[in-house]
């Protein structure tokens, strides 16, 4: 493992000189040092990366588009983490500039980006790696002041700063869930779960989402992760358990709601960190997170609430797979 | 015949194009049953692959025969006590069985040679008929026909395959009318050419294998042999994880893989795959466990997860192509890739 101390830097930038300025000196560095370097960023920047390094330099560099790289929250935070840990690079640091793509991001969205962007402290500890993270002044400014509150340090006319501003990950990650959530729509389906058994809860599940343009491979992984929830619910939760369904048309999402009785006790793990990879640790809620598009949860006196989203296909791209075309194997 | 007969009904069948027993290059239909679900009329076939897969089903095919009244006919050399899973020690009073002529076994010399030591096909036929002719008149109320045709075929003057593809095509006429009459056609799977195997295979409409090791409606749980494993069919959540966490205890794990077949599992919760990360990490060492024909339904949740938090998991066989070479894929889906 690289001995170099993992670092975690914003760069807010006024106009592309201003961009360049702090990225380039980044990459550079990071090529001269052997690190394995990577510029996740929009198809301009890194137009304007390659001339600013010129071609040598910029052939050591892995160019990655940030709209693809971006995709999810809790997969983009684990495929980099294994990344940066993927012990067949001997120890050679992670470099990355990252340039997170903010447009067209739903409230929900933004608001697990940002956390991301927090818990990336907590989980890149030990790693060594080194990100840089660029945003443009011209973006929202709540973007602009949470990437403010989730980076130690900042980036100002080359040098790195001390960021005053800069909130500790988990009581940043709390605020992130700290608003109530919105009752669900009345014409939502409710389901009281006081049978045992998984397998109906599941027929349940599909035949509501077979009524959605819900793709097969979505319901799955839906099916999955509502299995996990019950089944923590049914063990360390408190009757009763009851599964609300819905169609949210504003997030665009299948909403799969579970609701029980108890509430999980201070510091339980909320599958935000993915778990180390070699070994047959726990999984589930961080699984869940990765199977579904969102996970919210909210836990109190007054119970315990998980809500699962998943996106459902846009009607715009006119390629929604065709939801009477799947089955849900039960032979 | 003179056998008491049924209507022809259609069988529950089911397409079995990739099925071991033979390498069908179109998909034929066959009704596959537990050994305890076979019925009058069927004609069933058993290719094993060794002593415990033939002792589990045609013992128990004999054992519910003999406890059910019905008479069993089993055309072999070997006595009576030593007629596959008759050894254990739980097994029925033989001699009584004999005594009462509801266990017949009949050496091959009287039942289908000549005189020159020779296998007669129509005397096998005619052996079989008499003996069945007579169940109803000695008060039984069906009866189960066993033969192992290994010998058959590595015999040195071994038959014609043609000449035995005849005899059982006229033995199946004879069985599936019939509303009294079961047989199982056993066959050495190692003894036999994959194309002679698939031949004999699909003069029967019938495969039979061992009664499955759990089946709640939901979830089924079938050892398999050849390879080592489990077939698991349905889904696998949190109820039925002991059942499964027993079954995978239970298997040889000395076996340097098992194999788990997947190819009807519709589902699987995160649990199971922490079971059967569990259950890999505890066997240790290069041990793996395969997972062969995976559902894409199923594949798609593990790629999820990522096959690298699965250690000692690798996936096998797949659907209607050979087993990646070594048993594991490499590239993109090997183990210490990020995805």
Known sequence: MSSAPFTHRVLPYDGMDDYLAGAVPFLRAGVEAGDRVLAVTPLASRMLLRDALGTDTAAEIGF???????????????????????????????RLLAEPAWAARRPLEVLEWQRVEALVNIAFTGTGAAILCAYARTLPPGVIAASRR????????????ANPLYTDPWAYSTQCDSAPLPAPPPGAETLPLDLPDLYWLRQYVADFARRTPLPHDDLQRLLVAVTEIVTNATRHG??????????????????????????WPPGADLGLIPPRPGGPGRFGLWAVRLLCSGVQIRTGDRGTTVRLRLRLPDPADGAAPAATATTVNTA | MRWASKPVEPAYAEPDPADPDGQAMETTWFAKRPVSDVRPGDHAWL?????EERDRVIGAFIREGLDNNEKVVYVTDTPAE????????????????????????????????????????????????????????????????????TWVMNAPGRADLAEMLGCEHRFGDTVSPSTMAMAICQVARRACRDDELAALRDTHEVLVEINPEYDDGILKIVRTFDPHGLRVEGELDDVRHAAFADRLGALVRSHHRIHLDLSRLGFIDLGGLRLLARHAAARGGDRTLVLDDLAPAV????????????????????????????????????EGRCR
């Open chain 1, 238 to 263: 408190r009757p009763p358990i009851v599964l609300t369904m819905w169609a949210d048309p504003e997030d665009r999402s299948l909403v799969c709601q579970v609701a029980d009785g108890g509430r």
């Open chain 2, 82 to 149: 030593g007629l596959p899973g008759m050894r254990a020690r739980t097994s029925p009073d033989l001699d009584a069985f004999v005594e009462s002529r509801q266990l017949r076994v009949i050496p091959r010399e009287q039942a289908c040679l000549d005189a020159g030591g020779r296998f007669v096909p129509e005397k096998m036929l005619e052996t079989l008929a008499h003996e069945a002719g007579q169940t109803f008149g000695q008060g039984f109320r069906a009866v189960r026909l066993t033969t192992d045709h």
């Open chain 1, 64 to 94: 990655t588009d940030s709209a693809g790289w971006f995709a999810h929250p809790s997969r983009t935070l684990s495929d980099c983490l294994c990344e940066a840990d993927a012990p067949a690079w001997n120890g050679r640091r992670l």
């Open chain 2, 299 to 334: 594949e798609n949740i593990i790629e999820a997860v990522g096959w690298h938090r699965l250690p000692g998991i690798v996936p096998g066989r797949r659907r209607g192509r050979p087993e990646h070479a070594g048993g594991r894929a490499r590239g993109t889906r090997g």
């Open chain 2, 47 to 51: 290719a094993y692959s060794g002593a």
């Open chain 1, 150 to 161: 989730t980076h130690p340090e900042i980036v100002k006319g080359g040098a790195a700063l």
